[in-house]
């Protein structure tokens, strides 16, 4: 059976993402997603599919693996998933994060370390989308496979993408709260924080959900930058309680929605002020199912680190490549929450960064 075979009725996708029991590691697959074509293509269309990853690499190949940092659940969520498919797969993983989304230059360094010492293929959670090109340019030049991962890289000399649309993140972000305020209801003020300001998936989810809100009763206020550390985003979010008191709602990354709960607690504000967060973290699960955040799309950042190092051990091996995926978005709030396969969109409790598989 061809390992991409298309899906005939779209709701089995959603069906088996919010399963009502998650799946062992080695039984992930097949997982629902959607392909990108053309590839890489800004304008590309999703075409739903079924997932299914090899079974096992020809040989112990070294992929090295390069996160933005690991200071939030959602790249630990990434982790989990690299490490998990390089140990099914019998593969080496050597991970790094350069410690955050002002750290080009050492993200960068970080890379030519890895290839100069024998990577034979490299996986990248990019920090800027532009600002890697000439290095990816530079590897794929050697003959080494170089795969996107998660944040979006803008190069043509990409060997594949294992990712999801921001856009389409922040999009249902924002319709969620313009179906809750329509046209010709109240006005609300949003705040809104998409993230550190030039990185590709910011840009992306700052437009979709911006386009989601055009035209209802949703006002959303200046987007507040800034990286996806605790601290940095409790200041922004400070910032915009004091110079906009009667705002209605807190939007942004998954960290500003966590940041913002302990906030909005202290200041007995979490009746008057909302929660949403564009994406998915295990804290951000936990604000959901205790009621303090109200919703998130889930991007299941485990199998896209999964995917990910199935497309290396594909490229390497010469084998068939879908070279533009992501798993199917879906919107989780509480009357669905307690439906989701968790480990599939999170890591599990108590998981631990790893940086090495051998």
């Known amino acids: 059976m061809n390992p991409y075979a298309r899906a005939l009725v779209a709701g089995t996708f959603l069906a088996s993402a919010l399963s009502s029991t998650a799946a062992p590691a080695a039984d992930w697959f097949p997982y629902p997603a959607a392909e990108v074509l053309p590839a890489f293509a800004a304008d590309g269309k999703p075409t739903d599919l079924s997932y299914t990853p090899l079974a096992k690499a020809s040989k112990p190949w070294d992929i090295c693996v390069s996160f933005p940092h690991m200071k939030d659940a959602y790249w630990l969520g990434v982790d989990y998933g690299v490490v998990e498919e390089a140990r099914r797969l019998g593969v080496k993983a050597n991970v790094i994060e350069a410690g955050g989304y002002t750290e080009l230059a ?87 924080f998409p993230g550190p300001a030039g990185a590709g998936w910011v840009e992306a989810a700052n437009k979709g959900f911006q386009e989601a809100v055009a035209g209802s009763a949703v006002q959303v206020l200046e987007p507040r930058y800034g990286d996806t550390g605790k601290e940095a985003q409790l200041r922004l979010v400070e910032d915009v309680l004091q110079a906009t008191p009667d705002v209605k709602y807190v939007a942004g990354t998954a960290v500003t929605a966590e940041a913002a709960q302990g906030l909005l607690r202290e200041r007995g504000l979490t009746d008057k002020i909302g929660l949403i967060a564009f994406y998915m973290t295990p804290g951000v699960y936990q604000g959901i199912k205790r009621g303090f955040i109200q919703a998130a799309p889930a991007d299941s950042m485990v199998i896209q680190g999964r995917i990910a190092i199935d497309q290396a051990v594909r490229a390497l091996e010469k084998k068939e490549l879908v070279k533009h995926v992501g798993p199917k978005i879906f919107v989780v709030d509480k009357t669905n929450i307690d439906k989701v396969a968790h480990d599939s969109i999170l890591p599990p409790e108590n998981f631990s960064p790893v940086f090495s598989v051998k």
């Open 106 to 192: 050492k993200q960068i360094s970080q890379i030519e370390n890895c290839v100069a010492r024998g990577a034979n293929a490299v996986v990248i959670g990019a920090i800027s989308f532009d600002g890697l090109n000439n290095l990816v340019g530079e590897i794929a030049r050697k003959g080494i496979p170089v795969i996107d991962v998660i944040n979006g890289i803008s190069s043509p000399a990409l060997t594949a993408k294992s990712l999801v649309s921001f856009h389409t993140m922040g999009f249902e972000a924002g319709r969620y709260l313009a179906a809750k305020h329509p046209a010709g209801s109240p006005k609300v003020k949003v705040g809104w």
